[in-house]
């Protein structure tokens, strides 16, 4: 009995393993996908919470400049901010208005905090 008609000799059997199975392929496919489905969603979403961070940064130094305009100038900015944004000793890069949805700012003159901008459902 020839032993070479038995056994497939060692370089057939490399040689005829050249490319993937139709299994593997499926298997690679299938991980892709649920890779996919979990990552998408979370780098879609993925700019509202800075955005939401830089709107309370901003807030936070708008109070503060306002509360140094009212010890310089002896009075509150006005409520809508125009005369403390026009200033560019204040706010040197000009008008500031909220990176999340673009309004502008309002302050309550009374107690020198900015209205709303919480974009609290933002940070979930």
């Known amino acids: 009995m020839n032993h070479n008609t038995r056994w497939p000799s060692a370089q057939y059997r490399q040689s005829r393993r050249t490319g993937l199975s139709l299994l593997e392929v ?13 990552a998408v969603p979370r780098l879609a979403n ?4 800075p955005k939401a961070n830089s709107c309370f940064t901003t807030k936070g130094m708008i109070e503060i400049q306002s509360e140094l305009w009212l010890r310089n100038k002896g009075s509150a900015p006005d409520a809508n901010l125009g005369n403390i944004m026009a200033d560019t000793k204040y706010f040197p890069d000009g008008p500031a208005t909220c990176p999340v949805d673009g309004s502008a700012y309002q302050l309550n ?14 940070l979930d």
């Open 109 to 122: 003159r009374t107690t020198m905090q900015v209205n709303g901008h919480k974009h609290t459902d933002l």
């Open 26 to 38: 499926l298997a690679v496919v299938t991980l892709m996908g649920i890779i996919a489905l979990i």
């Open 46 to 49: 993925s700019g509202d919470k």
